[in-house]
């Protein structure tokens, strides 16, 4: 056993000598190095030398930022609702705006500030931080928009396109609040131009549908093209039901609110033209069991003293009858077309009115019984109380 244990310590001494008198310090150093996966290589960090440089895409949306930035607010309005247990609370919303001009005009959409005191509960915030009161200047509540007006010192305004030749595939911008977060900019393309209905049932011709996200707090605020420029107002989500961005939101084109820009500085809200009826659209099955002469088309059922229709000499209904447990008045004129073009519901009525103001002058062609007539009227102003 001896000799086994002889022959161990002379190994060990050898190893050891062999180390010390072979390896040098260097080696010794490195090998300090060696990591659990046996990599022996120290670590050696790539640093860039010189700021990051940006192509000229992301150029140019780092200068439509920041030239567009300081147009863009946010704006919380405060309302008060009823709690649980009936007492009153403030209730607040969130929204976009941007400055049209020096004097503190600001342009927003009406679903933003409904509800909101318009003197008091109203606030405007910069993008400097700095807060205004703001008040109601005027609403278009059929097509959701509002003007509100801050006095403040040195305002940037936008600059307005013209949105009637916008292009599919065109890159856009929105500068918003989504969800709260101010000074957020998203960008995408437009999907498409289509016609689409809001919330109140207009129709928005030329509406912007684009892939840039677009969510709540988002409402209000500007799309932009590439320079910069307004070419719409962001408004609405198509999301199916989730409240958030599924890539499909939709503006109202600039050239639309520029068309009654003028009324609600003017008259604090938008005048629009109006026939002067009260009507209820008629489907064919409805036209066969009341035996009218057309299968399509509007049944005035009351003409409203005073109005163009009246002036004309377009009749109401005189004979009350019920379509389940709605009252209708029969027996009036029954509109097929104006200025000839079909006419088959309300909704056709409201979107010719779209391209007409009070005091224009339209054919309108009526069955009064069998007998088809047409008649020459001059658009009157819409009331508040016209259904």
Same mark, same amino acid.
């Given at each position: 056993?001896?000799?086994?244990? !002889?022959?161990?310590?002379?190994?060990?001494?050898?190893?050891?000598?062999?180390?010390?008198?072979?390896?040098?310090?260097?080696?010794?150093?490195?090998?300090?190095?060696?990591?659990?996966?046996?990599?022996?290589?120290?670590?050696?960090?790539?640093?860039?030398?010189?700021?990051?440089?940006?192509?000229?895409?992301?150029?140019?949306? *780092?200068?439509?930022?920041?030239?567009?930035?300081?147009?863009?607010?946010?704006?919380?309005? /405060?309302?008060?609702?009823?709690?649980?247990?009936?007492?009153?609370?403030?209730?607040? +919303?969130?929204?976009?705006?941007?400055?049209? &001009?020096?004097?503190?005009? %600001?342009?927003?959409?009406?679903?933003?500030?409904?509800?909101?005191?318009?003197?008091?509960?109203?606030?405007?915030?910069?993008?400097?931080?700095?807060?205004?009161?703001? /008040?109601?200047?005027?609403? $278009?509540?059929?097509? &959701?928009?509002?003007?509100?007006?801050?006095?403040?010192?040195?305002?940037?305004? =936008?600059?307005?396109?013209?949105?009637?030749?916008?292009?599919?595939?065109?890159?856009?911008?929105?500068? +918003?609040?989504?969800?709260?977060?101010?000074?957020?900019?998203?960008?995408? *393309?437009?999907?498409?131009?289509?016609? %689409?209905?809001?919330?109140?049932?207009?129709? @928005?011709?030329?509406?912007?549908? /684009?892939?840039?996200?677009?969510?709540?707090?988002?409402?209000?605020?500007?799309?932009?093209?590439?320079?910069?420029?307004?070419?719409?107002?962001?408004?609405?989500?198509?999301?199916?039901?989730? &409240?958030?961005?599924?890539?499909?939101?939709?503006?109202?084109?600039?050239?639309?609110?520029?068309?009654?820009?003028? $009324?609600?500085?003017?008259?604090?809200? =938008?005048?629009?033209?109006?026939?002067?009826?009260?009507?209820?659209? *008629?489907?064919? $099955?409805?036209?066969?069991?009341?035996?009218?002469?057309?299968?399509?088309?509007?049944? @005035?059922?009351? =003409?409203?003293?005073?109005?163009?229709?009246?002036?004309?000499?377009?009749?109401?209904?005189?004979?009350?009858?019920?379509?389940?447990?709605?009252? *209708?008045?029969?027996?009036?004129?029954? @509109?097929?077309?104006?200025? +000839?073009?079909? !006419?088959?519901?309300?909704?056709?009525?409201? $979107?010719?009115?779209?391209?007409?103001?009070?005091?224009?002058? =339209?054919?309108?062609?009526?069955?009064?019984?069998?007998?088809?007539?047409?008649?020459?009227?001059?658009?009157?102003?819409?009331? &508040?109380?016209?259904?």
């Amino acid at each position: 056993m001896k000799p086994r244990y !002889v022959v161990m310590v002379l190994l060990l001494v050898g190893g050891f000598w062999f180390v010390t008198s072979h390896l040098t310090h260097r080696s010794l150093r490195d090998l300090s190095f060696v990591g659990p996966r046996g990599s022996a290589a120290p670590l050696e960090l790539v640093e860039a030398k010189t700021a990051p440089v940006c192509n000229t895409e992301e150029q140019d949306g *780092i200068e439509v930022y920041k030239r567009v930035l300081p147009s863009v607010v946010n704006i919380t309005s /405060t309302s008060l609702v009823f709690d649980f247990f009936y007492g009153v609370v403030p209730q607040q +919303g969130q929204g976009s705006g941007f400055i049209l &001009d020096k004097a503190g005009h %600001i342009l927003t959409n009406y679903h933003v500030i409904r509800g909101a005191n318009p003197n008091r509960g109203i606030q405007v915030k910069l993008s400097n931080g700095k807060q205004y009161q703001a /008040t109601v200047i005027g609403a $278009d509540k059929l097509h &959701d928009l509002a003007l509100l007006k801050i006095d403040a010192p040195d305002l940037q305004p =936008v600059t307005l396109a013209n949105s009637s030749s916008l292009q599919v595939g065109q890159r856009v911008f929105a500068i +918003g609040n989504p969800f709260g977060l101010s000074g957020t900019m998203t960008q995408g *393309i437009i999907s498409a131009i289509r016609p %689409i209905r809001n919330a109140n049932g207009a129709l @928005i011709h030329n509406a912007i549908q /684009t892939d840039a996200a677009i969510n709540p707090g988002n409402s209000g605020g500007p799309l932009l093209n590439s320079a910069g420029q307004v070419i719409g107002i962001n408004t609405m989500i198509a999301s199916n039901g989730a &409240d958030q961005n599924a890539g499909i939101g939709f503006a109202i084109p600039i050239n639309t609110a520029k068309s009654v820009l003028a $009324d609600l500085i003017k008259f604090g809200r =938008v005048v629009r033209p109006s026939l002067g009826i009260v009507s209820f659209g *008629i489907d064919p $099955d409805l036209a066969r069991q009341i035996g009218l002469a057309a299968s399509h088309g509007v049944l @005035i059922e009351r =003409v409203i003293p005073g109005g163009a229709a009246q002036k004309a000499g377009l009749r109401g209904g005189s004979q009350l009858a019920y379509i389940g447990n709605t009252p *209708i008045m029969l027996g009036g004129d029954l @509109i097929v077309a104006i200025d +000839g073009h079909p !006419v088959t519901s309300n909704q056709d009525i409201s $979107d010719f009115m779209e391209h007409h103001k009070p005091g224009d002058i =339209v054919s309108v062609t009526v069955f009064r019984g069998k007998q088809k007539m047409t008649y020459k009227l001059i658009l009157g102003e819409a009331q &508040d109380s016209e259904s």
